[in-house]
Nanobody, 119 residues
Framework: QVQLVESGGGSVQSGESLRLSCTGSEFIFRWYGMSWYRQAPGKERELVASLISVHASPTYADSVRGRFTIARDNAARMLYLQMNNLKPEDTAVYYC????????????WGQGTQVSVSS
């Protein structure tokens, strides 16, 4: 059974940092583009950062560029999101997402981890 499990969320104050991790199992991790999404209360889920492969350039939402860094370790089947200088508007549930680069429409979601930033 395919699983994506996030960890590392929590409650911090504005300006602090968090590092999210996501571990994938039961699928060929390196064949998948990996992303982080987030969903704040009352808002639609939005793409935060994406890294298609270890050789690709990452992409970021304008709101996090320069503060967040996405990284992946295919051997460890891990995806990371380093979040620095957190702001209250970063408060959301953060989701790990995997999408196959070879099978259109094959994708998986994690269960999400809560990040709360207070001013």
């Amino acid at each position: 059974q395919v699983q994506l499990v996030e960890s590392g969320g929590g409650s911090v104050q504005s300006g602090e940092s968090l590092r999210l991790s996501c571990t994938g199992s039961e699928f060929i991790f390196r064949w998948y583009g990996m992303s982080w999404y987030r969903q704040a209360p009352g808002k639609e889920r939005e793409l935060v950062a994406s890294l298609i492969s270890v050789h690709a350039s990452p992409t970021y939402a304008d709101s996090v560029r320069g503060r967040f860094t996405i990284a992946r370790d295919n051997a460890a089947r891990m995806l990371y999101l380093q979040m620095n200088n957190l702001k209250p508007e970063d408060t959301a549930v953060y989701y790990c997402h995997a999408e196959s680069r070879y099978s259109s429409g094959t994708m998986y979601w994690g269960q999400g981890t809560q990040v709360s930033v207070s001013s």
